[in-house]
């Protein structure tokens, strides 16, 4: 048996097809598939159920593949501490972001991180939250950054800062009148959201109340964009007088545009806002590298008023 072997089991329950799997482990179909065999022929018992169209774990399997997971994630424990007698700002260092922060903070983080930590090499990922925790807990990434809540077992959170979500709307529009918006003036208008599975949007159904019931009572007022928008797209979109949308402070530069098509107004007061925080691991050795990332943050211009909390919890 080997930790080689753990891992295809836990790719293959979790694709539940050879081909996909073996992709993902970057091997091919019959090696992936000879290793499964190779396991099962060892424990004596059949670890997944296969037909035609699917690929998926017997009970027995289920309970190997969850074992196996525990294994896994232990052996990248071993990793972090023999990083600990290294040279902790030597090493690279895989940083993952949601959508909704990674390319309006990489883009101003990066350079920072280098001029700080200039022998550091960085390996940069963008993902959905539920991705980047998996990865994290896998040992793929190191230290991700994210939108409160988060919680997981044996991960230190750390608020760096909270930025307030402002209304994206085209100069001509009629609430740009408006000083402040208030969440019953978005009843009134085709608002733009990501789709589901974004944080983002739940985020601001929850912190919008009157939205989250417009959506509810009149589907057409609330434009949902396709699956696997971003931002960026939303902010095109509003360009293209499609209706307006709701966005961090940190992604309403307009600057990209020419003079007269976008304006972001802030919301009256209780104003809606998000937390963004870093996680890693507990057993992470390398806080000076942790350090590296969040001073480099602390600095940056987002557009935001940064108020560091430091708050940390596992």
């Known amino acids: 048996m080997t930790l080689t072997e753990l891992r295809y089991v836990v790719m293959l329950a979790k694709e539940q097809h050879f081909g996909r799997a073996a992709e993902r482990c970057f091997v091919s179909q019959p090696t992936l598939s000879i290793a499964v065999k190779k396991l099962e022929g060892e424990l004596g018992v059949a670890l997944f159920e296969r037909t035609k169209s699917r690929v998926q774990p017997t009970p ?3 309970r190997v593949v ?3 997971q525990r294994v896994i994630e232990q052996t990248s424990a071993i990793k972090d ?3 600990e007698g290294k040279d902790q700002l030597s090493s690279p260092l895989a940083i993952g972001a949601i959508f909704t922060i990674g390319p309006y903070l990489f883009p101003k983080m990066i350079p920072r991180i280098r001029k700080n930590a200039a022998e550091m090499p960085l390996i940069i990922e963008e993902g959905y ?4 925790r998996k990865r994290l807990r896998n040992g793929e990434l190191d230290v991700i950054i994210i939108s409160l809540p988060f919680t997981e077992p044996d991960v230190v959170t750390q608020v760096l800062y909270e930025e307030p979500l402002v209304v994206l709307m085209p100069k001509h529009h009629p609430l740009a009148a408006k000083k402040t918006i208030s969440a019953k003036d978005l009843n009134e208008s085709d608002v733009l959201l990501l789709g589901d599975g974004h944080c983002f949007r739940d985020q601001i159904l929850e912190s919008c109340v009157g939205l989250r019931q417009s959506l509810e009572e009149n589907r057409s007022s609330v434009r949902t964009a396709a699956e696997g928008s971003s931002l960026e797209t939303l902010r095109h979109m509003v360009a293209s007088d499609l209706g307006i949308t709701v966005v961090p402070q940190s992604a309403a530069d307009t ?5 007269g098509v976008l304006v972001w107004r802030p ?4 104003v809606p806002s998000r937390k963004v925080a870093l996680a890693w691991r507990a057993s992470f050795p390398r806080h000076k590298a942790i350090d590296s990332v969040r001073e480099s943050i602390l600095s940056c211009d987002l557009n935001v008023k940064i108020k560091p909390v430091g708050t940390r919890r596992k």
């Open 60 to 62: 027995v399997g289920e």
């Open 66 to 68: 969850q074992q196996a």
């Open 81 to 83: 501490l023999a990083e």
């Open 129 to 132: 939250t539920a991705t980047l």
């Open 255 to 259: 600057s990209q545009y020419k003079d």
């Open 267 to 270: 919301f009256a007061s209780p």
